[in-house]
């Protein structure tokens, strides 16, 4: 079973909407992470959080605004998405060491249908 | 982050064959990570390689790393259904960035 908790599980939107998505962890690690997986492909990654600051982002549109309000949390707010941003989101967390050998573990995303 | 190729895309086997997946790189990779993926399940940690020709096995699992670390295979002895799933390779470079291949999508009929 996953240490990373995302709700909800799914999520259903209009294009005008405005949704968050949330996701935790007590592992106490320090690094998160938000992917973004379409059917049949890889995780894209699309955010990191090193010690609550954000460190990379990956060209996301403005339309995804990343927060993390303390080491055990990560939200993805959602503002205004397209049909084409339908997809399964994955939040994911390491012990944000930094080094190259860090495993991720992924919850169990959110599946999001944008109509 | 670099680019790491998988091969095959897809693959059916009968429950009790063997199955391989193979990840190649142009450059020399830092380390491996490979991830399984169930059917409506979510990326799942299943090991790292990082030295030069290393090999590791979990039960009926034996991942390899090339002597020139561009490329890793895991191999799957006796595939069972429990099996079924997408394996990805990734590097992870460094700085939090994880660079998947485009996994390998295995079926095995009873």
């Known amino acids: 079973d996953t240490e990373v908790t995302q709700t909800p599980k799914h999520l259903v939107m209009g294009m005008t909407n405005k949704k968050s998505l949330k996701c935790e962890q007590h592992m106490g690690h320090r690094a998160m992470y938000w992917y973004k997986q379409k059917a049949k492909k890889p995780p894209e990654l699309m955010f990191v959080?090193?010690?609550?600051?954000?460190?990379i982002n990956e060209s996301v549109p403005s339309r995804f605004s990343p927060e993390c309000p303390n080491s055990s949390l990560l939200n993805l707010h959602l503002h205004a998405l397209q049909p084409e941003d339908s997809a399964l989101y994955l939040c994911?967390?390491?012990?944000?060491?930094?080094?190259?050998?860090?495993?991720?573990?992924f919850g169990s995303g959110t599946q999001l249908s944008v109509l | 982050g670099q680019q790491v190729m998988q091969i095959p895309q897809y693959q059916h086997v009968q429950e009790g064959e063997d199955f391989t997946t193979y990840c190649n790189s142009s450059?020399?990779?830092?380390?491996i990570q490979w991830y399984k993926q169930r059917p409506g399940g979510h990326p799942v940690f299943l090991i790292q390689l990082v030295k030069s020709g290393e090999v590791k096995k979990q039960k009926r699992l034996t991942f390899q790393f090339g002597e020139a670390k561009k490329n890793s295979s895991l191999h799957i002895t006796a595939t069972q259904t429990t099996d079924v799933g997408t394996y990805f390779c990734?590097?992870?470079?460094?700085?939090?960035?994880?660079?998947f291949g485009k996994g390998t999508m295995l079926l095995v009929s009873p």
């Open positions: 450059t020399t990779l830092s380390n």
């Open positions: 990734a590097e992870n470079s460094g700085y939090s960035t994880l660079t």
């Open positions: 994911a967390s390491s012990s944000g060491q930094g080094a190259s050998n860090e495993k991720l573990f």
């Open positions: 959080y090193s010690y609550e600051k954000l460190s």
